[in-house]
């Protein structure tokens, strides 16, 4: 399969790219600027992709500067979508990376993609944004929505909070400033996430959301103490009253049942990986 792949030089893209090329895909990064509609009807028409992958994205959610989130999700999605509709032969599947904050404050845990989206935060808001723009294609497009809860691992930027408390373990800092420790998040492996798009550009249902999460949430106090069993290392917390986020979703975890229902249909199972292992891979990363 060839996979036009948005995204590619990010932290998801580099690792979907290396898994899909080992199972005998072709990859094609996306150079265009998706706020360019003239050089991405060029290259999208070049390439004639048989699936896309639109990773392409701000994924920091904290920002002074909101525009951007509307300008690349929202309208540089439906650039990239227009250019796609133009192909003379329509790709098998486009998959589109939401967003789980576009879910905001539950009270419970295993939010299915049926609940009401609540989005809190021009970042939860541009990717529900994306998302009703992303659908208005349906008509011309197989589009699949997709809404990752929190992944981390090797390569992800430090100025995500695993992989700045992965560093100050790895480095044997004697403190570290965060901000709510009692945050839960499934803070799963960029591994799983990985596998659920490949099967997704496979398999995926033409007009479906899937949840690609695994239901299970930890604090970030939960975190340090098991990095410090891994690490045998003690650190000092100081909580920094900047980092503590505004209108801070306080749980987010998903429910799985319907990614995981697609890969028992096709007599397959999406694996999981558990925190340790993932907080040693980024251990030895560093």
Not at 3 to 16: E, P
Not at 234 to 262: C, D, Q, W, Y
Request: some cysteine; glycine content about 6%; overall charge neutral.
């Amino acid at each position: 399969m060839k996979i036009l792949l948005t995204g590619a030089k990010g932290f998801t893209g580099h690792h979907f790219a290396n898994l899909a090329k080992v199972q005998g895909h072709d990859i094609i990064p996306l150079q265009a600027n998706l706020n360019n509609s003239q050089a991405l009807d060029a290259e999208i028409a070049k390439s004639a992709p048989d699936a896309v992958l639109h990773l392409a994205g701000k994924s920091f959610v904290v920002s002074n500067d909101d525009a951007p989130y509307y300008q690349v999700h929202a309208i540089g999605t439906v650039n990239l979508l227009n250019a796609i509709s133009k192909l003379t032969k329509t790709p098998h599947k486009v998959v589109v990376a939401s967003s789980a904050t576009v879910y905001g404050n539950y009270a419970f845990e295993r939010i299915s993609e049926d609940e009401l989206a609540k989005p809190m935060g021009h970042y939860a808001v541009s990717k529900l944004a994306t998302e009703f723009l992303a659908q208005n294609f349906s008509d011309r497009l197989p589009i699949v929505i997709t809404r990752p809860f929190t992944y981390t691992g090797p390569g992800q930027n430090h100025q995500f909070v695993i992989p700045k408390i992965v560093e100050h373990f790895a480095k044997r800092l004697p403190y570290i400033e965060l901000g709510n420790l009692n945050v839960e998040r499934e803070f799963n492996d960029v591994r799983m996430i990985s596998e659920a798009y490949l099967r997704l550009l496979q398999d995926g249902r033409s007009g479906e959301i899937y949840n690609l999460c695994s239901g299970q949430s930890h604090t970030l106090q939960s975190v340090i103490e098991l990095l410090t069993k891994i690490t045998g290392h003690t650190i000092e917390i100081r909580v920094n009253p900047a980092f503590v986020r505004k209108n801070e979703v306080h749980r987010m975890s998903g429910n799985p049942s319907k990614i995981n229902g697609l890969f028992l249909t096709h007599n397959a199972a999406l694996k999981q990986y558990s925190l340790q292992d993932t907080l040693e891979e980024m251990l030895k990363a560093s």
